[in-house]
């Protein structure tokens, strides 16, 4: 019988149901042989992918539970529906001592807890350099100026009036898997990739806008978007983006946008790190040359090996990471396991995805779920029987380009290892005999 405990976080869905936080602790505490005596009546297939139980004599079968014989509660009693109550492990974490002040900081997506493409809107990371407000959307404006045949200003109701699209697209912050650039600095996939999230986006294309104020099409190149908070935070956008795929939004995941995540309006700039994606947007101002703002020429640069920085990397290259078995779980039984992971691409489609239990000596190639869309996170699954001895997991995506996932030594051959941001490389997972899953990095 298999079964994979949630640590730190949530309990993890699994074959059996869930175990209480006392069995939890007990299997974590290295007593495996807890699982045989407590499900004696266990039918396990080792080779198979049957993990279910023999019914007779369980009492969750045998015995009526008061759910089943008693009224339930009344609809309408919470009219903003939330999880369930046995869901509350799940949850965005901060890092401890990551940034000084929680008003700029991070919150971490819990990718471990998370199924399919899609983020709940009360789950999605948080990144703010001054905080987040919410804003009365009666009193907020976008302007748009520059090389434009007439500046305008925007109210929310002028926007929403206009022909509106809705698009599935990852966001990641260019920051994400930043602290690995050195050596292993983190736990568990929360803290290691959960700087990436995955909404329906609904909003107008930032073209018709443009469009609408009579863009200068001779002498304009690039848009500078920004946000209403007080970071001052401006971004420079090429205009042949801003022309393609870039959204004014408001709509995620079928209802308004979050406040934390820029209520109530945010642009979206598929494919490109998250700094880009101005929250609280008030302003797009049309030019002929990149501005240079403090984000794009002091912040979110990279560092390169010889010292200089490279400004204005946006795209957010092909990637992917396995999220159960991951970093902190622990695998309680040999036998059959579901290995699940994301994988995304800011160039479009993700291809393929490869998964390696040998620390990349040998690949298979593991199942895309649907839908695979193009700068949206993609499911990958892939069957696997752990025959119990250690092993190293990682996931290898390739996308529609042919552009394929560097591992740790080819990103470093490029890169260096004094990078924050745009870490792609093949994250690794080390699986002990005991079946604890931890972070480790392969070269
Ligand atoms: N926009 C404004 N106005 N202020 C901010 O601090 N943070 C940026 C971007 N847009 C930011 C902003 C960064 S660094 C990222 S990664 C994303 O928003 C995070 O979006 P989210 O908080 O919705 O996840």
Same mark, same amino acid.
């Given at each position: 019988?298999?079964?994979i405990?949630?640590?730190?976080?949530?309990?993890?869905?699994?074959?059996? *149901?869930?175990?209480?936080?006392?069995?939890?602790?007990?299997?974590?505490?290295?007593? &495996? %042989?807890? @699982?045989?005596?407590?499900?004696?009546?266990?039918?396990?297939?080792?080779a *198979?992918?049957?993990?279910?139980?023999?019914a007779?004599?369980?009492?969750?079968?045998?015995?009526?539970?008061?759910?089943?014989?008693?009224? /339930?509660?009344?609809?309408?009693?919470?009219?903003?529906?939330?999880?369930?109550?046995?869901?509350?492990?799940?949850?965005? &974490?901060e890092?401890?001592?990551?940034? #000084?002040?929680a *008003?700029?900081?991070?919150?971490?997506?819990?990718?471990?807890?998370?199924?399919?493409?899609?983020?709940?809107?009360?789950?999605?990371?948080?990144?703010?350099?001054?905080?987040?407000h919410?804003?009365?959307?009666?009193?907020? #404006?976008?302007?748009? !100026?520059?090389?434009?045949?007439?500046?305008?200003?925007?109210?929310?109701? %002028?926007?929403?009036? @206009?022909?509106?699209?809705?698009?599935?697209?990852?966001?990641?912050c260019?920051?994400?898997?930043?602290?690995?650039?050195? !050596?292993?600095?983190?736990?568990?996939v929360?803290y290691?990739?959960?700087?990436?999230?995955?909404?329906?986006?609904?909003?107008?294309?930032?073209?018709?806008?443009?469009?609408?104020?009579?863009?200068?099409?001779?002498?304009?190149?690039?848009?500078?978007a920004e946000?209403?908070?007080?970071?001052?935070?401006? &971004?420079?956008?090429s205009?042949?983006?801003?022309?393609d795929?870039?959204?004014?939004?408001?709509g995620?995941?079928?209802e308004?946008?979050?406040?934390e !995540?820029?209520?109530?309006?945010?642009?979206?700039?598929?494919?490109?790190?998250?700094?880009?994606?101005?929250?609280? @947007?008030?302003?797009?101002?049309?030019g002929?040359?990149?501005?240079?703002?403090?984000?794009?020429?002091v912040?979110?640069?990279?560092?390169?090996?010889?010292? +200089?920085?490279?400004?204005y990397?946006?795209?957010q290259?092909?990637?992917?990471v396995?999220?159960?078995?991951?970093? /902190?779980? +622990?695998?309680?039984?040999?036998?059959?396991?579901?290995?699940?992971?994301?994988?995304?691409?800011?160039?479009?489609?993700?291809k &393929?995805?490869?998964?390696?239990?040998?620390?990349?000596?040998?690949?298979?190639t593991?199942?895309?779920?649907?839908?695979?869309?193009?700068?949206?996170?993609?499911?990958?699954?892939? %069957?696997?029987?752990?025959?119990g001895?250690p092993?190293?997991?990682?996931s290898?995506?390739?996308?529609?380009?042919?552009?394929?996932?560097?591992?740790?030594?080819?990103?470093?051959?490029?890169?260096?290892?004094?990078?924050?941001?745009?870490?792609?490389?093949?994250?690794?997972?080390?699986?002990?005999?005991?079946? %604890?899953?931890? !972070?480790?990095?392969?070269?």
């Amino acid at each position: 019988m298999s079964q994979i405990t949630p640590r730190p976080g949530r309990i993890q869905r699994a074959p059996e *149901g869930f175990l209480s936080p006392e069995q939890i602790r007990e299997v974590s505490a290295g007593r &495996r %042989d807890f @699982l045989r005596t407590a499900f004696a009546s266990a039918s396990m297939a080792v080779a *198979g992918t049957s993990v279910a139980r023999a019914a007779d004599g369980d009492p969750a079968i045998l015995t009526l539970p008061e759910h089943s014989t008693t009224l /339930g509660r009344p609809v309408a009693e919470r009219p903003y529906g939330a999880p369930s109550q046995f869901e509350a492990g799940l949850r965005r &974490r901060e890092s401890p001592g990551l940034t #000084r002040v929680a *008003g700029s900081s991070v919150s971490f997506s819990p990718l471990q807890g998370l199924f399919g493409i899609i983020t709940p809107s009360g789950l999605h990371f948080e990144r703010h350099h001054q905080g987040w407000h919410d804003i009365d959307p009666a009193r907020h #404006r976008l302007m748009i !100026n520059g090389l434009v045949k007439e500046a305008r200003v925007y109210t929310m109701d %002028d926007l929403m009036r @206009l022909p509106s699209v809705s698009r599935i697209h990852f966001i990641e912050c260019g920051a994400n898997t930043g602290m690995e650039w050195g !050596n292993v600095a983190v736990p568990t996939v929360q803290y290691s990739h959960g700087m990436l999230s995955c909404s329906e986006f609904t909003g107008v294309p930032l073209s018709v806008l443009l469009d609408d104020c009579g863009i200068d099409r001779k002498r304009a190149k690039f848009v500078l978007a920004e946000g209403a908070d007080g970071s001052s935070m401006t &971004r420079t956008i090429s205009l042949d983006r801003a022309l393609d795929d870039v959204l004014v939004a408001w709509g995620q995941n079928g209802e308004m946008l979050r406040p934390e !995540n820029g209520y109530p309006l945010r642009l979206v700039v598929p494919g490109v790190q998250g700094v880009s994606w101005v929250k609280w @947007l008030r302003r797009i101002e049309v030019g002929d040359q990149p501005w240079a703002t403090k984000d794009e020429a002091v912040h979110y640069i990279d560092l390169m090996p010889d010292g +200089t920085h490279r400004q204005y990397t946006s795209i957010q290259e092909c990637k992917s990471v396995i999220t159960t078995p991951s970093g /902190g779980q +622990t695998l309680l039984d040999k036998g059959f396991h579901n290995i699940t992971g994301l994988a995304w691409s800011g160039r479009g489609k993700v291809k &393929r995805v490869d998964v390696s239990a040998d620390g990349g000596r040998n690949w298979r190639t593991a199942r895309l779920e649907t839908p695979v869309l193009s700068k949206a996170l993609t499911r990958f699954n892939i %069957d696997w029987v752990w025959d119990g001895s250690p092993a190293i997991l990682q996931s290898r995506a390739i996308d529609e380009t042919g552009y394929v996932q560097p591992t740790y030594a080819q990103l470093r051959a490029v890169r260096g290892t004094r990078s924050i941001y745009h870490n792609n490389a093949i994250q690794s997972w080390k699986l002990a005999d005991s079946g %604890d899953v931890s !972070n480790v990095q392969v070269f």
